[in-house]
């Protein structure tokens, strides 16, 4: 069964730092990769995706991830950290073209943004 | 882009009572809405799969009797959580599937008393 891990459940980074955000899965298939963002007491929002073409993949709000068939990782990266991005990251995974198949998500990793 | 609306964002009920939370694609049909759990500092738990116009299917160890999914049409799916009880406060987040991706409504915080 498919799997998705992400290394560190908890990122600190001081505003203006690189921050990286790891995602690694377990699939000899490359399935179509995800990281959705959560703030406090509300839903997720899509920051970006991987399909099929492109391996860097550029999102919403100055985040970009990298799909790394080798490595089985699709990391999530934003080259200055602003305070606004504190929240909980999530990376997950779905079956390519498998209609109705549910995303199958990381634990999760909260992100901090010290001034 | 596309929006799911989920509601009521926020509800308190006694144990014992049944309550029900909608989720509305707004700008698009789906065929295939997705209902999850979340539990404080955890990830989401898949419950079960909506289907319009037939059953839902649901993931091991979710009570069907207990949490009623209903997909009447293309837009709009409901959850209910019938006889609530103060474990089965959580909260609830559904989305609807799009071209290969899930949009998220804004999530349903369940209190039961």
């Known amino acids: 069964a498919q799997s998705v891990t992400q290394l560190g459940s908890h990122v600190s980074v001081s505003e203006g730092a690189l921050v990286l955000l790891r995602c690694n899965y377990s699939?000899?298939?490359?399935?179509?990769l995800f990281w959705y963002v959560q703030y406090p007491n509300q839903g997720l929002q899509l920051l970006l995706k991987?399909?099929?073409?492109?391996?860097l993949v550029k999102g919403i709000n100055g985040f970009e991830a990298e799909f790394k068939k080798s490595e089985t990782s699709f990391h999530l990266t934003k080259p200055s950290a602003h305070m606004s991005d504190a929240a909980e990251y999530f990376c997950?995974?779905?079956?390519?073209?498998?209609?109705?198949?549910?995303?199958?998500f990381g634990k999760g990793t909260t992100l901090s943004v010290s001034s | 882009g596309a929006v799911v609306s989920q509601h009521p964002s926020w509800v308190i009920c006694k144990s014992g009572t049944s309550v029900k939370i909608e989720c509305r694609s707004l700008?698009?049909?789906?065929?295939?809405m997705f209902w999850y759990r979340q539990f404080p500092k955890q990830s989401l738990m898949l419950m079960a799969t909506?289907?319009?116009?037939?059953?839902?299917?649901?993931e091991q160890g979710v009570e069907k009797d207990k949490f009623l999914i209903n997909h009447a049409s293309l837009t709009l799916s409901t959850l209910t959580v019938t006889s609530a009880h103060p474990e089965d406060s959580s909260f609830y987040i559904c989305?609807?599937?799009?071209?290969?991706?899930?949009?998220f409504g804004a999530g349903t915080r369940l209190s039961v008393l």
């Open positions: 989305s609807a599937r799009r071209e290969n991706i899930q949009y």
């Open positions: 699939s000899s298939v490359p399935p179509y």
């Open positions: 991987y399909t099929t073409g492109a391996t």
């Open positions: 997950a995974v779905s079956e390519p073209n498998q209609a109705g198949t549910a995303l199958i």
């Open positions: 700008d698009f049909q789906a065929t295939t």
């Open positions: 909506s289907n319009e116009g037939s059953k839902a299917t649901y």
